[in-house]
């Protein structure tokens, strides 16, 4: 079962450390960095139901949040109200036909969503629905708040109930508060995020606007698209491609968007210079085929291969990806390299929220069912193997482990991002640092942990390179520079 | 398909007057005067898990809402929380091992509903769990507010969010917000209840205290019971019986009790002399079994059968109830006429939530498909049929239809309640006048119309004779005598 | 827990049996006898579809089986072949409006039915769909019989293969063979009974004809009725009620009815004098508003309670029936002895598959959780409790100690039928001899175990006068007289 | 929408011919030739559970059949009979803790199928259970029998009776008959086979053995794994290797293996010389990561793109595969011409089967929601984009249009099959020939009404080079050179 073939003192204790890491019990589900959370909003100007569109958007965005799905929509010339279906599960076990085409509207927000396990029950569904002093919001929220606990508190103080524990009920409630004195929901949207720290994009339907904003960091993704007379807000441009819309502009970091038949409104007020965008949007949350904030996510991906193979070069036969985001980085790397690019894994994209995951003990583990290497391509080859991240390190040691099972000479691993050291308070979902491999081990050690014969990361000092040279970017997860001063009590949970 | 033999003028329009009834499209659900909710409250001193209880009990109350149901509890002695589970359906389709194991904790909360159409839908389930300024609260409640809709609105202008269409959530709110000052949550909850007019029946559970409370005017029944160290709160007392506790006795109308382990404390000081105690439970919503403020409902029902005996006598060979809420009456009449009672009906228990009501035109009516009737036990006979209530008339013409169909010789139609006049702002779903046959039509008119050969209601006079002579009834749907002055709106829709 | 008052030396042993019949571990669904199936057939020679029509009727036939519903249809006119949905389940939880507008065709057949434990699998649902030499049959079966097991194994050994459990596939195999001589299908039904021993009521569809048969003693009811041009089968006259159909006749013992659009024929020549018709459909099985082979249910248990208090005789002050099977024998009590009748119990309608049964141990049984004694009804008084059977007697026990505990002074049990003996080689689920309490123990010790101050069967001598003095009847339950020799094994479990 | 830029008069017909196949009524689904059905068998002498080891053989073999799936498991050591749970659904859909846990058993069959629509009942999924002479067999079948209709109506001739419509209950009443002569059940399966003409996989489960058997030319794949002391039966290796199990050998076509534990017994006494084995799972059914006969699937569609890239070379600036099965074929096709390969697609993997299909006129198309386009990737550039087959050429038609939409120069469509011209009898559903876009078009006419700037198939006589040169292959559908005569009728449908 180990890999090693010198039984050198040294060598028994890495091995020890690999067995440790292969027969760990089986976290695969938790040996992945969590997508957070995907919003899409669509207002049909010539007052067709938009709930079957966004129903087809939310799935292209699907990747970002396979926990629960919604959508709630309402119609602007009919009577007042907003209906909201969501349950937890996929797109396509959520939605019917039945339920779906009793969602008839012109405008309408659609959410799909991650959670940490504690707070996965459906009352944290989104979107959220409103009833407030100016008639009935809809809002879907991607991001999380660094002062969510605060100003719950002072909400509390001034005698405000909360139904669920997500951050999106706080700036609800900061907006219906805000609208109290504010002429107009947009500015009672922007007035509320001033009160608010940390990372979201947010969609809101009012009765007659749709309303899309990004905190002024610009930490996550919010892009506006057109097809004919309806615009749409999306996390990403993938869901546009999908609906057929064209793809108009980003939202900018700060920026308030109304769209509303008389026009599109833009207030840019709390835009500042300072952005921070997730860069581990680009390494592993969106889809390739989306652009984000004007670079294309796969062209980035094959920018990172090529860097690693240009500060980390190997003599190798042949070049494979993790699928699915290892294999554009593996086509950079080959590319640069001139070692050819192959498939060593296929695999298997039937399991769904209800597979039965193998027990321990059992022969099969849960990487073994989702993943099997084509023997003949690797057998007797040294390999490149390029993966986005490692984590906690498991699932890197079993992947490593079956190359080698399957022949493979030599297994080098290339990973298109730098190491994990620091927690995200911004919505992403990495463990703490204890469970981090990177945080207490040396990439040598880590290198022997996986049982690889080199280990190579992304230099984190060429991570803009990967997105045309912009600096713009949020890194604290790699590097600890927090964009904003994080909290001193960890206040990661409730990201929407 | 008519029964009239003589084909005189005055007749013809009365036969099609009645043939209009048997051909309405059908609506058997719709001529039923809907039962509202039930609440159920559990804490065990000794630490055990309630769910289980409060699933007995609910399942004991089913009657008093088939739309959603919900439990929630909480541990004293563990984590903070409140665990909930809540859906559409009957208790058991929504509750199964799986969900009922994993709601762990001695205090806890459960409710059952009813529903208007408009708000059936899984977001007004109850129970309603809010985090406030001092914790979590659960909170069942049972009744309809008056002024809701002002209190939406105030605290609206202060920034209130709503995220369901329910009283119990402005309730919550007052309670939160009264919290801010009161030191404890049950003050806050008397508090709260100086605010709210109307109806309702609550039971509100804390981290560490189960709380009852009874609107000043008693409209809805609530009780205390108890079984070894745990203690109950129960609309009727048929749910202490199921759970194997003893009834220990009514909350006053205005009271708010508070139950811990140091003891029952009881808050007297909204009590007032005038009860208006809805005698709708005992004609139709409560069962038979439960005892409500001292008086049985089995007991009640029989002595309207008496009255009616006395006050609308008539020569027969028989006397049926119209299952199963006529069946006690139909007792009391045959005991006070001396006319043999006996079975009429069959009812096919096994309607459920999902069964396919015939379609206008089908050779099978929702009225056929449900009741049966004995063709030999009433052929050739002079029969007494003994209803609850007439609403739209359409059931009632139905059911004389059938028993003349079965041979019937002639039809007495006696109903133990007086006419319905008048709309329910209390929490009970009575349609609007301009439905209710009796609201345009005389008794005499009504009797032809559902093809009856006579007919009488209880004398509105004798009513409290019910309820052992007790004048503190709310008989408003019956005189328009409103306890609380109406509003000049119809708010009706949104009871817990 | 204990209602004994006196603590002679005598009583103490007594009292024993009863706390232990009490605390036995839960089995109230164990202490009935079950039901078997019911089948329902519908030919429209208009050629609308009948599938909505046989929904209601296996609808009204629910009682009979609960465990797994069945439709198939044909189109005489249209495309071969027969369209089939079943499940397990409820009639109203296996269709829905979607698969039931699914199931278009003017003829067809329905099952609903119970089956023992071991052979609850879906592959045992009916009816069954065949395809043979000549076609299609659909078939649904309501039975046992007694030499299955060498016909299986006869077929077998000329290479038959099996795919269920049930009777009804070896009927079909044998109405096949015979086909292969037979000119046509009546005939081969006809051949075909010529070779089973047993009991049955058959309703077969083939292309264009539907084919009823009842055995030789006419163990199982079977009727015909009729509906404009639509012509009926069915196990029980309520179903014809329920569709609006007219009774036409009862199909005879032995009888084979063919109904087509050219006709109705009958074939007798299997019909024999002796009959033996199973006397607990009308003790229990049947509804009480169907009328089989010519007498009503309802008016049998009337009689059977007019023969108990003859036969019973006692000094008391109420009459009260368990629900719902033991009222009109109880209401049959009363007239004759003028005795009162009145309620005790109140029964929850709502207890459905999914219901989660009480546990040993907790204070909740499920008698208790099922029924409830109207305390008022019975305090004080002298108790004459009418129940149709005691199997095991923990469910006579437990019903007796809740009336005791209400306050009733005395308990007077008489059971509307003989003691139970024989098992039943026909159809009907009596657990094995020594699980009956009446096969070890004499009438005063039962008494004394179930906690009754006195207790009385229904004369076996007097059995026929509830059915009018016809002596054509199967008692062999109670007097082990077979009309068929049973096997030397025991072949009971697969009935259909 | 058209992408032609020239307006020449021949042209527009070609276009107009693009645009009819872009406007056709979707049929994404209809315009994929259908895997059809994959079968594994476990037999674990050490006497474990076998059928959570099923369950993720099934799960790597999902690919050959998403429609339904079941396990039937036995007891070699226990009381006889076999359980089985089957469903419509994949196999994470059909299978949960409860039901798979209840599947206790040391040798097991399972069956994943697609089926075409007519015979999508439940009725028809497999494995299929029978009890028979000799006690009861599990069988899961893959395959099409080309005389089953002959050999139905001979088995109805002497009575037999059918309750499916799968070829699968014909072989297991050949079995059962044959059993009744030949002293083993082994024996019995080679002469059942015997009678049997077609293609066939067979893994049979009696009491004590697991046996497999494969056709005499071998049409469908079937071979044999080993894990310690369980021995396996698959469709593909693939499966072997999720369940960690070693491949052992494939079992020769003709061949019937009987699994024991006291040895692995063959019987080839049907083998023969001449083999006709699919080549379309080299070419799409099969996992890339499975080896059929000795030969990798992976290997083999590398091997295809190379021979493209030397008879249909282009001047190109990328080489893209259509996922996922075009992808080794185009990294074969990038490695022979040195046109550097790249993605131009991002598939959505989350559809499900309760994916909601966008209706005629929706802007968003199947394909698009399934497919999107990497615009950055393709743009400006000529692509050489390899798909497995063209059937109807609808799906062709719009992927080419998503290349030209997305500013593809140029797209030249190479195929790495021949073209269809012939319908397959053996279990392929291939449509009927008037719908076959290459039975009534030149390459040329299709190259235009596919939207291509060139097109080329692979040549059907280089087609055995995909397999080193094997001419043991079926490729009839390309050539109509039908190993076994064809009949007469269409008789095609129930492939198993």
Redesign the interface.
Known sequence: MTFCKNKCADCKSVCKMNEELLNREDDFEGDIIHDECGVFGAYDFDGHDVS??I??GL??L??RG?ESAGIAVGDTNGPKGVK?YKDMG????V???EN?SKLNGDIGVGHVRYSTAGSSVR?NAQP??????KGTLGMAHNGNLLNAVEL?EEL????????T?IDSEVI??LI??ER?YAPTVELSVRNAMRRIKGAYSLVVMSPKKLIGARDPFGFKPLCIGK?DNTYFLSSET?AL????AEFVRDVEPGEVVTITPEGIFSDKSLCQEKHARCIFEYIYFA???S?IDGM?V??SRIIAGKILAQTHPVEADLVVGVPESG??AA?GYS?ESGI????AF?K?????R???K??QG???SSV??KL??????VAGKRVVMIDDSIVRGTTSARIVNLLKAAGANEVHVRISSPAFLHPCYFGTDIPSEDQLIASGHSVEEICKMIGADSLGYLDVTRLSEMIGGKTDICDACFTGNYPIEPPKIDIRGEMG
Chains 1, 2, 3, 4 share one sequence.
């Open positions: 079957s569109t129903y087809y799935f292209a699907q990747h396979q909201c996929l797109v396509n076990e939605f019917n036909n779906l009352e959220l629905v409103i009833n407030y002093v719950r509390s103080y001034t005698g405000a109930i909360f139904q524990t609800a409630y219906a508060r109290l097809r993938c491609d999908t609906v057929g889809r390739p085929d652009k294309g796969y062209e294999n554009p086509l590319i050819p690019y192959g498939n296929i298997n994209n039937y399991v769904g209800t597979f039965i193998p027990k059992e022969r099969e073994k069912v099997n290497v084509l023997k003949e391509a």
